[in-house]
């Protein structure tokens, strides 16, 4: 008896770990599964202990929602980001989006978040799909915290025009890049607000700001 009860748990568990995977893999190219991947390592504080990154998918009942999970050893504790749903903002509608599993550059982690494939509506900008977001980290050694150092963009419009912006959240720069055919304007700015960015700052307000600079610029 004990065996046939072992074998049928068994066999659910297999079970849910495909359903999971199928859903995954249905809305996006990554194969990322927070049951069975392995966090990256890095040394990303100031000792020479690894650190680990992972991305985990959060409890949610209609969408799909990440949070960036970073162990700093020189803490002995866990950082857990939000990976902000920006799709109302260019959709006019709540969706799924996807991300990246952490990419490692150095002692920088940055995130790719893809909002493709999902059905848009125009809104007061003129965004439509294929909206990609990258948000880069790194640990202040300074003030013992994660900073977020630099968030970039890029979409087209409704007459095929690309835009790219990035910001760096370092000094307060951001820059906007527009293409059409062969033709390319680049405009620029600066604000304070912008400038030293922690993680615990990291929400939807301060996007929400960061996101109207960059509609001003066009």
Same mark, same amino acid.
């Given at each position: 008896? &004990? ?9 659910? /568990? ?15 190219? +990554? ?17 020479? @202990?690894?650190? &680990? ?8 009942? %209609? ?17 857990? @980001?939000?990976?902000?749903?920006? +799709? ?6 709540? #969706?799924?989006?996807?991300? +990246? ?15 493709? $494939?999902?059905? /848009?509506? &125009? ?5 439509? &799909? ?8 790194? !640990?202040?050694?300074?003030?013992? %915290? ?17 835009? #790219? ?5 370092? #000094?307060? %720069? !951001?820059?906007?890049? !527009? !293409? ?6 680049? #405009? ?7 400038? $030293? ?22």
């Amino acid at each position: 008896m &004990k065996r046939i009860l072992s074998l049928v748990i068994f066999a659910l /568990t297999i079970n849910i770990s495909c359903q999971k995977k199928e859903v995954i893999h249905n809305m996006t190219e +990554s194969t990322i599964d927070s049951l069975v991947e392995k966090p990256k390592l890095l040394y990303f504080d100031d000792d020479n @202990i690894e650190d &680990k990154a992972q991305i985990q998918e959060k409890n949610s009942t %209609k969408f799909l929602n990440f949070i960036l999970k970073i162990y700093l050893s020189s803490q002995s504790k866990t950082i857990e @980001i939000p990976v902000l749903n920006n +799709s109302i903002l260019y959709n006019n509608i709540k #969706t799924d989006y996807y991300v +990246s599993d952490p990419i490692i550059k150095g002692k920088i982690i940055e995130l790719s978040v893809d909002y493709a $494939n999902q059905v /848009t509506k &125009k809104n007061i900008s003129g965004e439509k &799909k294929n909206l990609i977001e990258k948000i880069k980290f790194r !640990y202040d050694i300074y003030n013992k %915290k994660i900073q977020v150092i630099g968030y970039d963009l890029s979409y087209t419009k409704d007459n095929n025009g690309t835009y #790219t912006k990035s910001f760096n959240l370092i #000094t307060g %720069k !951001y820059y906007s890049t !527009y !293409y059409l055919g062969d033709n390319k304007k680049r #405009t620029s700015g600066w604000t304070s607000e912008l400038q $030293n960015i922690y993680a615990e700052d990291w929400n939807q307000d301060l996007l929400n700001k960061i996101l109207l600079y960059g509609n001003e610029m066009e």
